[in-house]
């Protein structure tokens, strides 16, 4: 048994899945052997399990979803938002009891979409992200009309040990999965493009590449070390006249951080359209 003494299920293997128990497995509070996916792809099963040792059900059977709830306290629904409806209508009849959670992470997704089949059901709502899979994500946490306060903080003491998390009102959900769940797509597009331009001055790409993710890396510990805000430690690398001024000023014309803002809009947008859909 794990150290939670329960054990907890996945219904959906892809990447925020494999972040997930990959995350909950580096950080001990999972034991492989107390870990359940299931995933339309067999493909996907035999992967997950040679890398991680979980244990595999096939989704084409309601065998195993029925094995998943009766052995399972713990389920995380982590399917895509388009196929939501057809597993909700799949699980809605199996043999629930007031001892399970869900954990909802499709995106858009609200808890009352998910309480409309499983009724008598306690549903937590969280955004996660990939970088979970290294212990060092961030989260947002929602309880649904069900969920206790304590369920709230048994999901968030889970993602808190894979990175950051916290607990909030649910119609932050996408704010906040447009800036922490789709945000490291735009920082490994800013590694790239810093690396680009290391390579274009000469440096070689496996460097190049090191030298802008450590930088990044860097850069966001010190903003959580610090607690400044990140204007001011800016300010404090621009010298008067210097190199990092002059970029700063080529970023600004090229509406940098307007650019950044929009994309955060964007992606919050989508999330309300996605959750209009599975509704």
Aim: hydrophobic share 40%.
């Amino acid at each position: 048994m794990s150290k939670l003494n329960k054990t907890i299920g996945f219904i959906g293997g892809g990447q925020m899945g494999e972040a997930i128990l990959g995350g909950l497995i580096n950080a001990g509070l999972f034991e492989s052997s107390n870990i359940y996916v299931m995933d339309i792809l067999s493909s996907r099963l035999d992967y997950l399990h040679k890398k991680y040792g979980i244990n595999n059900l096939s989704c084409d059977t309601t065998k195993g979803y029925n094995y998943l709830v009766e052995n399972c306290d713990v389920i995380v629904l982590s399917v895509k938002p388009q196929s939501l409806q057809e597993v909700l209508k799949y699980i809605e009849p199996l043999k629930w009891t007031e001892e399970h959670i869900v954990i909802s992470i499709v995106g858009g997704a609200k808890t009352t979409t998910i309480e409309k089949y499983l009724k008598q059901v306690r549903v937590v709502r969280v955004i996660p992200n990939t970088p979970m899979l290294v212990g060092i994500g961030a989260s947002g946490v929602a309880k649904g009309t069900l969920a206790t306060n304590e369920d709230a903080e048994f999901v968030h003491s889970l993602f808190s040990s894979l990175g950051v998390s916290f607990i909030v009102s649910e119609n932050l959900i996408d704010p906040i999965t447009s800036v922490s769940g789709c945000g490291p797509a735009y920082v490994y597009m800013m590694i790239e493009a810093m690396a680009d331009g290391g390579v274009d001055m000469g440096i070689p790409r496996e460097i190049a590449q090191t030298l802008a993710a450590q930088t990044v890396m860097g850069a966001a510990k010190m903003v959580l070390e610090t607690g400044e805000h990140p204007g001011r430690l800016k300010d404090k690398v621009c010298s008067p006249g210097g190199s990092t001024i002059a970029g700063v000023k080529a970023l600004e014309r090229g509406k940098f951080r307007g650019t950044i803002m929009n994309a955060i809009e964007s992606g919050k947008i989508r999330m309300e359209e996605v959750g209009k859909k599975a509704d």
